[in-house]
């Protein structure tokens, strides 16, 4: 880290840490502790560190007040202060880790802001010469965000290329979601490939939340439920060995309104299937025993693309 002592009538700008000619200054309260970081134990007045901004981190503050004051969608989840913080955080990061881009406009999408907003805002705002001041009374940066270590600025250009990656992926085609492989477990037999319940094989998801999860590994994580189970309870044969598996959302929900795995949950899935597939015949369902709704786990049919397609066999 390279520092030096502040010049006289001058603070250190509280972003990037460079000396500046005071402006707004903001006073930093710091508890005194011992030289190991330990509080001492006879209580001492906190020492007070001021900081200012320097021109650019100013200008750059300016910027994120207007970024922010043009998405009120932003201001209303937040707060107007945290939302501006939060585009400061933001253009700090893009200015550190893709100095050669220009910055977000003001006529960004509130989608495209709030992408932004989740993978910079913490690491900008990190990044800042006052967010770890403990030391740094005398002290400025010798050059413009000096005091980041190597790895700090690969965590930003990491956080950066995510926000990127997720702003590609907004509008591009739904992604297609297979189930996790099932986890082992001792006297429980894996069911791959397709929800336990239903044998859909995949599910959509939006291409921007898959990228923002990390990939569609990440998502599938996300998206599909564990489950083990007996036999017995998915509509088969009563077995010693369980089976194990995941579960779609839409199963995965209504086992969550039954709260147990069993013909009731069976039947709440398949109805459901019935409502989002326009066939609210409830009749239907009434003219099916329970023990006629086997799950897919428990059929001996392979994945299909379409839910519940176990049962037109």
């Known amino acids: 880290m390279s520092t030096v002592d502040l010049p006289d ?10 000396p500046a000619r005071p402006g707004e200054v903001e006073q930093i309260h710091l508890p005194a502790t011992r030289p190991d970081g330990f509080p001492l134990a006879a209580p001492q007045r906190d020492q007070v560190l001021a900081l200012t901004r320097c021109p650019t981190c100013e200008d750059r503050q300016q910027a994120a007040l207007r970024l922010a004051a043009a998405h009120p969608a932003l201001v209303g989840r937040l707060g107007p202060d945290r ?16 100095p050669s881009r220009p910055a977000p406009s003001e006529h ?29 009374r005398g002290l400025a940066s010798l050059v413009p965000f ?18 990127l990656k997720e702003r590609m992926a907004t509008g591009q085609p739904p992604v297609e979601v297979p189930p996790p492989a099932a ?14 319940l239903c044998g859909v094989e995949s599910v959509q998801m939006p291409a921007a939340t898959v990228a923002r999860l990390g990939g569609r590994q990440a998502a599938a994580a996300d998206a599909w ?15 010693p060995t369980k089976l194990t598996g995941h579960l779609c959302p839409q199963c995965a929900d209504a086992r969550e309104s039954v709260g147990s795995v069993g013909p009731s949950w069976r039947e ?10 326009g066939q609210d015949d409830e009749a239907r369902l009434a003219s099916v025993a329970p023990g006629a709704l086997p799950a897919w786990a428990v059929s001996g049919a392979a994945p299909s693309r379409e839910p519940w397609a176990h049962l037109r066999r």
């Open 183 to 196: 986890r082992s477990e001792r006297n429980a037999q894996p069911a791959d490939g397709a929800c336990l």
């Open 225 to 239: 439920q564990s489950l083990t189970a007996s036999t017995h309870a998915l509509g088969g044969r009563r077995s």
């Open 146 to 163: 000096g005091h980041l270590l190597d790895a700090d600025r690969a965590t930003l250009r990491e956080a950066a290329a995510a926000a």
């Open 268 to 277: 709440r899935a398949y109805l459901g299937h019935l409502r989002r597939t």
């Open 108 to 136: 960004i999408s509130d989608a495209e802001l709030g992408c932004l907003v989740r993978h910079l805002a913490n690491a900008g705002l990190a990044a800042a010469w006052a967010a770890a001041p403990h030391g740094r």
């Open 9 to 18: 009538g001058h603070l250190a700008c509280r972003v990037c840490g460079v």
């Open 83 to 98: 939302a501006g913080q939060a585009c400061e955080g933001v253009l700090t990061a893009l200015a550190l880790a893709l």
